[in-house]
């Protein structure tokens, strides 16, 4: 994943779409067959609105022993290559339009979402991490949403959210990333990495930052990724976050979900952030 002077790392955002089609996966055997993506993929990720510059397959390890095989478009969006060809039908409607807001990919409620802080062997979250993980359900529990959440530490990874520390296979990186809602459940691995090292509010940043994608929402800055010193849309034209009313339409700096952080955050939702979680929750 691509580094940033002066930050410590992008939020890598999982967006990982399930949908059913026989024919779609054995078409699919055609042009990912090896390491190199086809064009014809290619093309797909630029039509959904991703950027392709650099997109190669990677794998990522989860705590349960499974491996998840995964297009890392653009350096931090993570996309099923097994399913990226059924996503025209997102194309077909004009782009990606917002994960975060559409009603079908967010967390169906009122809700308790279970969440277990993974402690076994490698991906054992680090003391700070767990302390960062409890301030986290802290954050969204005292908001009264209609989702709640639940926390235990502990070696399974039987719950809604799983939580855990894959330094030992992202080194020299820091940060973390998960998915995006699908079919009304929050999206289960949430990965952190490189930050035993870091304060306890930076832990808490991180994990409330991507406990927000896993349960809807996309980077407040997704426009530009200015957060990340940049000027890159994470979408195109017409595509991207549906703005939420009574939050800003421009830049907003304290943000917990920017797509990129710093060692002087707090961990704590601004009052945009706020906002938006009670209009969705």
Same mark, same amino acid.
């Given at each position: 994943?691509?580094? @940033?002077?002066?930050?410590?790392?992008?939020?890598?955002?999982?967006?990982?779409?399930?949908?059913?089609?026989?024919?779609?996966?054995?078409?699919?055997?055609?042009?990912?067959?090896?390491?190199?993506?086809?064009?014809?993929?290619?093309?797909?990720? +630029?039509?959904?609105? @991703?950027?392709?510059?650099?997109?190669?397959?990677?794998?990522?390890?989860?705590?349960?022993?499974?491996?998840?095989?995964?297009? &890392?478009?653009?350096?931090?969006?993570?996309?099923?290559?097994?399913?990226?060809?059924? &996503?025209?039908?997102?194309?077909?409607?004009?782009?990606?339009?917002?994960?975060? !807001?559409?009603?079908?990919?967010?967390?169906? %409620?009122?809700?308790?979402?279970?969440?277990?802080?993974?402690?076994?062997?490698?991906?054992?979250?680090?003391?700070?991490?767990?302390?960062?993980?409890?301030?986290?359900?802290?954050?969204?529990?005292?908001?009264?949403?209609?989702?709640? @959440?639940?926390? %235990?530490?502990?070696?399974?990874?039987?719950?809604?959210?799983?939580? !855990?520390?894959? =330094?030992?296979?992202?080194? #020299? =990186?820091? #940060?973390?990333?998960?998915?995006?809602?699908?079919?009304?459940?929050?999206?289960?691995?949430?990965?952190?990495?490189?930050?035993? #090292?870091?304060?306890?509010?930076?832990?808490?940043?991180?994990?409330?930052?991507?406990?927000?994608?896993?349960?809807? @929402?996309?980077?407040?800055?997704?426009?530009?990724?200015?957060?990340?010193?940049?000027?890159?849309?994470?979408?195109?034209?017409?595509?991207?976050?549906?703005?939420?009313?009574?939050?800003?339409? #421009?830049?907003?700096?304290?943000?917990? &979900?920017?797509?990129?952080?710093?060692?002087?955050?707090?961990? +704590?939702?601004?009052?945009?952030?706020?906002?938006?979680?009670?209009?969705?929750?």
């Amino acid at each position: 994943m691509r580094k @940033f002077q002066n930050f410590m790392k992008i939020f890598a955002v999982s967006a990982i779409f399930a949908f059913v089609s026989c024919e779609t996966e054995e078409a699919e055997a055609d042009v990912l067959t090896t390491d190199a993506l086809s064009q014809e993929v290619i093309n797909q990720i +630029e039509a959904l609105a @991703f950027n392709s510059e650099g997109a190669e397959l990677r794998s990522i390890v989860r705590p349960d022993g499974t491996t998840d095989r995964v297009i &890392m478009a653009g350096g931090d969006i993570e996309l099923d290559p097994d399913r990226i060809m059924d &996503m025209s039908i997102y194309a077909d409607q004009g782009g990606i339009q917002s994960e975060q !807001y559409r009603t079908n990919n967010l967390v169906s %409620q009122p809700r308790t979402i279970s969440v277990i802080g993974y402690t076994g062997g490698q991906f054992a979250l680090s003391t700070r991490g767990r302390t960062g993980l409890q301030w986290a359900i802290n954050n969204y529990n005292r908001l009264n949403l209609g989702i709640r @959440f639940t926390l %235990q530490f502990a070696t399974s990874t039987n719950a809604d959210m799983v939580i !855990y520390d894959n =330094s030992v296979n992202n080194p #020299g =990186s820091s #940060g973390g990333s998960a998915g995006f809602p699908v079919s009304g459940n929050p999206h289960k691995f949430i990965q952190i990495y490189g930050l035993s #090292g870091s304060s306890n509010n930076v832990n808490e940043h991180v994990i409330t930052h991507e406990m927000g994608h896993a349960v809807g @929402f996309r980077h407040t800055d997704y426009f530009s990724r200015q957060s990340c010193g940049q000027n890159v849309n994470e979408g195109s034209a017409g595509v991207g976050a549906v703005h939420i009313p009574g939050t800003p339409t #421009g830049f907003d700096p304290n943000s917990i &979900m920017l797509a990129c952080f710093n060692s002087g955050v707090n961990g +704590e939702f601004n009052a945009n952030d706020r906002t938006a979680l009670r209009f969705l929750y």
